[in-house]
């Protein structure tokens, strides 16, 4: 979670960049056409994904642009986010497995920065070895990043 000023007000792409810089043990990569990608101990946790066939707009059938990969801890959380009718989240049957959800950037507004935050946190939660999880834990009980 982020705490303090700013938490409630919509999430930016420049949100992404800093909540995910701002975990340790965080390496910054260039994906392909050097889009960013976050990792921890060499395990991507979220990334900005090329366009592909998969993610369309479904009125012109256009690939989106602007997909930000997340992970997320396990499949109920993945079920519940892109569920949930409120949440920008989706998927795509070439996700069918894969612990993550997308989210296109145009949306990130959608969110509040305290939800984007708990997003990545949660990513790299579930990406980052049990002892470096466990020692963020233990000095961030309240799951903030101030």
Same mark, same amino acid.
């Given at each position: 979670?982020?705490?303090?000023?700013?938490?409630?007000?919509?999430?930016?792409?420049?949100?992404?960049?800093?909540?995910?810089?701002?975990?340790?043990?965080?390496?910054?990569?260039?994906?392909?056409?050097?889009?960013?990608?976050?990792?921890?101990?060499?395990?991507?946790?979220?990334?900005?994904?090329?366009?592909?066939?998969?993610?369309?707009?479904?009125?012109?059938?256009?690939?989106?642009?602007?997909?930000?990969?997340?992970?997320?801890?396990?499949?109920?959380?993945?079920?519940?986010?892109?569920?949930?009718?409120?949440?920008?989240?989706?998927?795509?049957?070439?996700? *069918? &497995?894969? @612990? $993550?959800?997308?989210?296109?950037?145009?949306?990130?507004?959608? =969110?509040?920065?305290?939800?984007?935050?708990? /997003?990545?946190? *949660? &990513?790299? @939660? $579930?990406?980052?070895?049990?002892?470096?999880?466990?020692?963020? =834990?233990?000095?961030?009980?309240?799951?903030? /990043?101030?």
């Amino acid at each position: 979670m982020v705490a303090g000023r700013g938490a409630d007000r919509p999430a930016t792409v420049a949100d992404v960049h800093a909540i995910a810089t701002s975990m340790p043990h965080v390496q910054q990569v260039g994906g392909s056409r050097d889009n960013a990608v976050y990792q921890v101990g060499g395990k991507s946790f979220v990334f900005f994904r090329n366009p592909r066939p998969d993610a369309f707009d479904p009125d012109t059938d256009e690939r989106y642009d602007d997909v930000i990969v997340f992970w997320v801890p396990d499949e109920a959380d993945k079920l519940a986010l892109v569920q949930d009718p409120d949440h920008p989240a989706f998927t795509t049957p070439h996700f *069918d &497995g894969h @612990l $993550s959800v997308l989210v296109r950037a145009s949306r990130l507004g959608e =969110l509040t920065r305290r939800q984007l935050a708990e /997003l990545i946190i *949660d &990513g790299w @939660l $579930s990406r980052a070895s049990a002892r470096r999880a466990a020692d963020w =834990l233990a000095a961030h009980p309240d799951r903030s /990043l101030d």
